[in-house]
C-alpha cells in the first residue's frame, strides 16, 4: 500500500484526482481482504490515517512531506456540498462489505445449501436460530463463540432487519403488488392484468393470493393463465420458506440479498452513514465565520450553491 501512495504523491493532480486515484489504487484493492477477513478498528484507522494524508503530501527533493489539510479528516467523507470529497472512510467501507460478505454466508447456511462452510456452521451454530426470529438471533449473538466471530457483525445487522419486518404489520402479504421490495419474487403483471386487477381493487400480495384462491373458476380466462403463472410458484415460495422454517422472516431478507438493494446491507449502511453526515454537517465549511464576521450578507443556500462552483461542480 505505501508503494501506491509514494507512486501517487508523485503524480500532478489536483486534491479531487488524487480522491479518485486513492479510490481506485488503494482502496478497491482492499475489498477482498475486507470481505474474507476480521480487521480491528485501530489497524483500519491507521489506514485511513495514511490514506487521509497522502491527499495532501508533497514530494520535495525526494522527501515526502505532508501539505496542510485543506479539509478536515472527519469532513472527508462528507458530500461536496457540505465541504468534503466523498473519500469513504476506511472503516466504514470495511464495515459495509464484511456484513455483505456474511450474508453471502448465512444465506447459505439458512437455505441449506449444503457446502463446506454451511456444514460447519451447522454444529456451530444452535438449531434454535432457525425458528425464534429475532429474538434466536439476539441469543446466538450473545452467545457466540470465538471460532465465528467473523459472522457476528453479519449477525447483528440481520437480527436488526427481522426485528423491523417483524414489527411490520404490512409484512409480505400486505406489500404492494406494484412498487414493494417483494416484486421481486414473481413477474411484473401486464397492463391488461393490471387492468383486471384494478378493476377489483386488488392492491396487495395477499389479496390477489386470496382472490385467486376464492375466484379462480370465475377469472377471464384469456388472464388467467397468467395471474397461475404470478400466484402458483409465489404460494409455492411460501411453501418453501416454511419447510424451512415457521419464520419467514429471516428468509424473505436473505432471499431478496443480494437481488434488491432494500436487504443488502452495504447500500443501507451507506446511506444510514450518508445521512448521519449531513446531520453532523448541516452547513457548508466557514459558513459561521462569515457570519460573525459579518463579511458576507449570505444565506445557507447560497452558500452551498457557490460552494459547489467554488469546487468546479455543477449543481
Known sequence: ???????????????????????????????????????????LDIVWKKISRALWAKNMNNVFSRGRSLIARERLPASYTKGGLQLTDTFQKYKRLSIDASYKILKNYFFQQGDLLSNILEHLLPDSLRYDGSKGLKKCIDNLNGEIDYLKPGLIYLEKQVRELETNKAFMTGSSLISSQFTMLFNRPSVELKEMLKHNNIKTIGHMISYYNENSHEIDPNRISELESIVLPLKAKFGEFEKYMPDTHIHMILHGFPKNKQFRPKYLIKEEYDNSLDEKFEEPPALKTRDRDKTLNITKEQYAYAYKLTTKLRP
Open 1 to 43: 500500500m505505501q508503494d501506491s501512495i509514494n507512486l501517487l504523491i508523485k503524480t500532478k493532480a489536483d486534491m479531487f484526482r488524487r480522491k479518485t486515484l486513492l479510490n481506485l489504487g488503494i482502496h478497491s484493492k482492499l475489498n477482498h481482504t475486507f470481505q474474507s477477513c476480521t480487521i480491528k478498528k485501530k489497524q
